[in-house]
């Protein structure tokens, strides 16, 4: 079983739809948990960053956070196009030893 | 201003070259890393310095050697090149681990022919 589990879809969806990206983790010592963002041919971008558990919102993204599942998401709200990218959710035990999923392809048709 | 900047963009080599990569960050961070991603894009850690001081190194082969002159330099040299480290190379770096997130630079994409 791999560490981070993180269905490589692809999904595609209309405009304006909430999308929802989810990973599943073994590794009860994660603490730090991350949604990374990569367009095509680009390096990936932090998105979202949650410590711990819990809810995090930021404009039309929310990351959610169910250590007692070992289940991470990412809703989307009122999905734009310009939202088409590979998404890749990561997270950490430490401050040093990150840890990938394998990336959620999405594509938000006009 | 690149906060993360990686050269070349593109590498084409044959089999058995020894070629090098270059990577460089401004943002004043304390550890660089260096992660590979393979065509179906997963990332895998390849390495990480902090303050010039290798602190993870998974199992690469020793063909792949990071050396760090600085903070804010860590090179990836490749010795004997083979067909299967066509990928692309991220670096990134990071402010005190991973903990902040890292910010990564565009990407080296190689091609091993």
């Known amino acids: 079983q791999k560490e981070v589990e993180q269905d490589p879809g692809p999904l595609s969806v209309p405009e304006g739809a909430i999308v929802s990206l989810n990973c599943t983790y073994s590794?009860?010592?994660?603490?730090?948990f991350m949604w990374y963002r990569q367009y095509s041919r680009k390096g990936p971008e932090l998105l979202m960053y949650?410590?711990?558990?819990g809810n995090k919102e930021d404009g039309r993204f929310t990351a959610q956070v169910d250590k007692s599942s070992k289940y991470i998401s990412l809703f989307i709200r009122d999905s734009q196009p310009s939202d088409s990218a590979t998404y890749l959710c990561?997270?950490?035990?430490?401050?040093?030893?990150?840890?990938f999923g394998a990336g959620t392809r999405l594509t938000v048709k006009p | 201003d690149t906060a993360v900047s990686q050269t070349p963009k593109y590498l084409v080599t044959q089999m058995g070259n020894d070629k090098s990569i270059k990577c460089e960050q401004n943002?004043?961070?304390?550890?660089m890393y260096w992660y590979k991603q393979d065509s179906k894009k997963f990332l895998k850690i390849m390495f990480s310095?902090?303050?010039?001081?290798?602190?993870i190194n998974e199992t690469v082969p020793n063909r792949f050697s990071p050396k760090s002159p600085d903070k804010a330099h860590l090179n990836l040299h490749i010795n004997s090149l083979e067909l299967g480290d066509s990928a692309v190379y991220f670096c990134?770096?990071?402010?005190?681990?991973?903990?902040?997130?890292?910010?990564f630079g565009s990407g080296t994409r190689l091609t091993v022919v």
């Open positions: 990561a997270m950490s035990p430490l401050d040093n030893d990150m840890r």
């Open positions: 990134a770096s990071s402010p005190v681990g991973a903990g902040y997130g890292y910010t």
């Open positions: 310095y902090n303050n010039k001081e290798l602190i």
């Open positions: 949650t410590y711990s558990s």
């Open positions: 590794n009860s010592a994660f603490q730090y």
């Open positions: 943002l004043g961070h304390d550890t």
